[in-house]
């Protein structure tokens, strides 16, 4: 072919992707770009096709932006951009699980594949499938056989297609097996995951035990743009963790089959593996889920190094599942030793260890304080768990929050005064709804202001009411008892300042005796640094803390 045909061929295919990307932004699925500017939001501003009730417009040949002619110039700025690339690739199309390449052939395998369930790839790239099969020039047109893209062999979780998570496990370890088989023994392999579900994430890991890797570490990278719709307030990761693996082979490349590993000694090494690795990732900033997931990698070094682990005496061998158990128990008591300064946070009950772990957790940004446009399947896990929605609070999904309070010992379903469980999801209570436990049946009763007639001002000002006069007038109130826990005291102290009730809160810390406890002072000093900014709770127990030094504790 010459090299003409070869350069109207590139031409031909650079504007059919331009046409992709202007169909993008001219869908009946577009928005008005209400917030970040004019124009119109593209289609895809989550990895979802959701209903539009009222869509936006645009002029394929405005001369503003979202036109024909910027989808050229992105083009274009592309290719100036990746012509610096000296070294040129090939590009294969292939299935994962048959890969064509020989046996211990490269280097490194990098690989970045499907998230779980979370994003349904075959179904959104019908979206663009269907302008490139009628707009793609004829040669590439060769690999658009089906009327829509291949759906069969995905390899996803999707229950409306019969796939589980047994499906997903079967076909990523294929696909791991042979991303081993052309990796030499001595090469490495990396993995990018990014998943909200502990679900997810033991899928992951136990396709790529079952195809013979060993996980030698994990890195929390920023790989998605801030400001996308999906990052906001949402109970994704802020990052997507890349998983180093090794092959688990003998130097000729045979399958290391036979190294049994001891329970005792990989609950032994875990500890310290953790305690090491945690300030190393406090030091780069890395923190909450992030932190978590990015323990991974050295946590399963200890157990992928062997062929199973088993109890000491037995054959019993322990399970993936079992394994992390004890990683999450271990990642708590560190990351709370971080929280509490290198204090011992066992003298605080399990409301307050639990409390701090939790939001220590959404550290990283994974909030869901109820008020943002929630993603498809948390509105249907919501509905079919009844209808009633959980809002406010700090949401996680319930097996996270179930393994961080098994870490510490706690018990979900017997904290009900500070734990919400609907469905698959779990609600740290806000302050303000525990009122009624803290205060008795009525709660806590916020101020009203007290009524004065309209009056003509007078020239001699005998008319004008006393500063004294204009002050909040308070409801009585009726304290049933101090809170059994320190968390409940500190709630209590949040909750009589948020009604203004300085008097009562005085009382409260020096004459009930709150304010003598130091343990409420060290877990109000947590609480202000874990409280997500600008919210109630942050601003009400920085408030308490003014009055330690004042009356003087």
Request: proline share 3%; glycine share 8%.
């Amino acid at each position: 072919m010459s090299k003409d045909v070869d350069f109207a061929e590139a031409i031909s295919t650079c504007l059919a992707i331009a046409l992709d990307r202007l169909a993008d932004f001219n869908s009946s699925l577009c928005v008005l770009n209400s917030v970040g500017g004019r124009g119109v939001v593209h289609t895809f501003g989550r990895q979802v096709l959701p209903i539009v009730w009222d869509y936006m417009e645009t002029n394929p040949f405005n001369m503003v932006g979202a036109n024909w002619i910027s989808g050229i110039e992105a083009i274009r700025d592309t290719l100036v951009r990746e012509a610096v690339i000296k070294n040129s690739g090939q590009i294969a199309f292939a299935s994962a699980m048959e890969h064509p390449l020989s046996d211990d052939s490269v280097d490194a395998f990098i690989t970045d594949p499907p998230y779980y369930d979370s994003v349904p790839y075959s179904d959104l790239s019908d979206f663009f499938y269907v302008w490139l099969k009628r707009t793609a020039p004829a040669r590439i047109l060769s690999d658009f056989k089906n009327d829509l893209a291949p759906k069969e062999e995905e390899c996803i979780v999707d229950k409306f297609k019969g796939k589980d998570k047994s499906f997903f496990e079967n076909s990523m370890s294929k696909a791991m097996v042979e991303g081993r088989r052309i990796t030499k023994p001595n090469g490495i392999g990396v993995v990018v995951f990014a998943h909200k579900s502990t679900a997810g994430w033991e899928a992951q890991i136990q396709a790529l035990l079952n195809a013979g890797w060993i996980i030698t570490g994990s890195w929390p990278i920023d790989t998605e743009r801030p400001g996308r719709l999906r990052s906001q307030n949402s109970a994704a990761l802020a990052s997507s963790v890349h998983l180093i693996c090794r092959p688990r082979e003998n130097d000729e490349g045979s399958l290391i089959q036979n190294l049994i590993g001891d329970w005792r000694d990989v609950q032994d090494e875990l500890p310290q593996r953790i305690h090491e690795w945690m300030p190393r990732l406090a030091d780069e900033g890395v923190a909450g889920a992030d932190a978590i997931f990015a323990c991974l990698g050295p946590a399963l070094e200890i157990f992928s190094r062997y062929t199973k682990v088993v109890h000491a005496g037995s054959e019993k061998e322990i399970t993936l599942r079992e394994y992390l158990e004890k990683v999450w128990a271990a990642v708590s008591q560190e990351a709370l030793n971080m929280v509490f300064k290198g204090g011992d946070a066992h003298d605080l009950e399990e409301d307050a260890r639990l409390t701090a772990m939790w939001l220590w957790t959404l550290t990283a940004g994974a909030t869901d304080n109820g008020d943002e446009e929630k993603e498809d399947d948390e509105v249907e896990e919501e509905e079919s768990s009844g209808g009633e929605k959980l809002t406010g609070g700090y949401m996680l999904e319930y097996d996270t929050a179930r393994k961080i309070a098994q870490g510490l010992g706690a018990n979900l379903e017997e904290l009900k005064t500070l734990i919400e469980l609907k469905g698959n999801k779990a609600r740290l209570l806000p302050v303000v709804e525990r009122a009624a436990k803290l205060f008795g049946a009525e709660g806590l009763q916020h101020p009203t202001i007290r009524k004065k007639k309209k009056e003509q001002l007078s020239i001699t000002f005998e008319n004008v009411v006393s500063e004294e006069e204009l002050k909040y007038e308070m409801p009585e109130l009726k304290m049933e008892q101090t809170g059994k826990t320190v968390l409940d005291r500190l709630h209590q102290a949040m909750l009589l300042f948020s009604t203004g009730r300085t008097e009562a809160l005085k009382r409260f810390l020096v004459e009930d005796g709150a304010g003598k406890d130091d343990r409420f002072w060290k877990l109000a000093q947590s609480l202000t640094s874990l409280y997500p900014k600008e919210t109630d709770e942050r601003r009400w127990v920085e408030a308490v803390q003014t009055y330690k030094k004042g009356l003087g504790f």
